[in-house]
T-cell receptor, first 109, second 115 residues
Framework: AQTVTQSQPEMSVQEAETVTLSCTYD???????LFWYKQPPSRQMILVIR??????QNATENRFSVNFQKAAKSFSLKISDSQLGDTAMYFC??????FGAGTRLTVKP | DTEVTQTPKHLVMGMTNKKSLKCEQH?????MYWYKQKAKKPPELMFV???????INESVPSRFSPECPNSSLLNLHLHALQPEDSALYLC??????????????FGPGTRLTVT
């Protein structure tokens, strides 16, 4: 069975700065997908970014990018130019929708 | 329309009640999901429907009974729940089921309190 680990329960960053959230996983599969989802306070969960394991190029969506290290089974999320609206719980998830424990990110003005 | 709707928003029920949660999407998605989320915890997958057939049941107690009447609707029937079942119940949908990398769209959830 797949496992997803997020080792940073809480993080904070100053507005306009860059922050990196960590995620590691364990799987015996060779092809799979990894996701970062964001759950703002009292709002719906939404997809931030997705990575296909067989693609070597790291996924990027505007201010959000990933550092995908397949051999190390690591999938970190970098948020550049942090904004107040980025304050949320961030969950890393595997193809089968097993979620990590989450990282609570607070962006400070 | 990229929305998943859930009703009711809040539900309080006694341990002997029977109630149902409803989820609806009109995006043409063929996979729908139920999750349970406790406070400050990640969502836990409960059930997956693919093409209106139950494809995954994560060993959920029988007091939770899912139903998918058509490709747009997903229900969760509740009976004889326990206080520890109090949680946020999330519905989600995706074009196809997990494993294909499709984005899941989540509803706002139903906050359930069992007294």
């Amino acid at each position: 069975a797949q496992t997803v680990t997020q080792s940073q329960p809480e993080m904070s960053v100053q507005e306009a700065e860059t922050v990196t959230l960590s995620c590691t996983y364990d799987t015996s599969e060779s092809n799979y997908y990894l996701f970062w989802y964001k759950q703002p306070p009292s709002r719906q969960m939404i997809l931030v970014i997705r990575q296909e394991a067989y693609k070597q190029q790291n996924a990027t969506e505007n201010r959000f990018s990933v550092n995908f290290q397949k051999a190390a089974k690591s999938f970190s999320l970098k948020i550049s130019d942090s904004q107040l609206g980025d304050t949320a719980m961030y969950f890393c998830a595997f193809s089968d929708m097993r979620f990590g424990a989450g990282t609570r990110l607070t962006v400070k003005p | 329309d990229t929305e998943v709707t859930q009703t009711p928003k809040h539900l309080v029920m006694g341990m002997t009640n029977k109630k149902s949660l409803k989820c609806e999407q009109h995006m043409g998605h063929r996979a729908m999901y139920w999750y349970k989320q406790k406070a400050k915890k990640p969502p836990e997958l409960m059930f997956v429907y693919s093409y209106e057939k139950l494809s995954i049941n994560e060993s959920v107690p029988s007091r939770f009974s899912p139903e998918c009447p058509n490709s747009s609707l997903l229900n969760l029937h509740l009976h004889a729940l326990q206080p520890e079942d109090s949680a946020l119940y999330l519905c989600a949908s995706s074009l196809l089921a997990t494993g294909y990398g499709y984005e899941q769209y989540f509803g706002p959830g139903t906050r359930l309190t069992v007294t």
